[in-house]
């Protein structure tokens, strides 16, 4: 019955609808997954291409695949976008932009590479995607005063990562 109610109210007045990352300041951030959906969309450039160069394939085998490859790296990149959001809206404090002013600059750069990401498949410009939400994990662990070390992913396209040394 209140539902109905506020409904009604908002048809007639337009309320404007939030949206959030979650209910409860949880505290919970880490930005494995924006790595992790960074690095599958250099994998499906990687799978485009070979998909290109490789053997005869039927149109239809060809079609098909390469319409999944393109779905899942422009989901991936708007998810790795979502991620760098969220950390950077929710969890970076003015006092976290003192200590690392190169912040606002790296989160658009993050922007910029993922809609670019999602607009074509320049291998390039994927693995500066990567490389530039690597840099924004480096920083993030700075702030929460862990060390963090680098290594090639254990799964293609074994671009260099960076993870908490833990």
């Known amino acids: ?16 609808e939030a949206q959030a990352h979650c209910d409860v300041p949880c505290g919970i951030y880490d930005p494995i997954v924006a790595q992790i959906n ?27 695949s390469m319409s999944r490859y393109i779905a899942v790296k422009e989901e991936h990149a708007e ?11 929710d969890f ?13 600059a790296l ?3 993050i922007m910029k590479l993922g809609g670019k990401a ?11 995607f990567v490389e530039a939400i690597n840099q924004f994990a480096e920083i993030f662990w700075a702030i929460k005063g862990v060390a963090t070390k680098k ?8 671009l260099e990562m960076v993870y908490p040394a833990l």
């Open 107 to 109: 989160f658009h750069k």
């Open 79 to 89: 998810k790795a976008k979502h991620e760098i959001r969220v950390i950077y809206g």
């Open 92 to 104: 970076i404090s003015d006092a976290h932009i003192e200590a690392h002013p190169e912040l606002p």
């Open 118 to 128: 999602r607009q074509t498949a320049d291998r390039d410009n994927g693995v500066a």
């Open 1 to 16: 019955m209140f539902y109905n109610f506020v409904q009604a109210l908002d048809k007639k007045f337009g309320f404007e």
């Open 151 to 158: 290594a090639k992913a254990p799964y293609a396209p074994a």
């Open 38 to 64: 960074a690095l599958t969309v250099v994998r499906m450039m990687d799978l485009m291409t070979a998909l290109d160069e490789g053997a005869e394939v039927g149109k239809k085998a060809y079609n098909n």
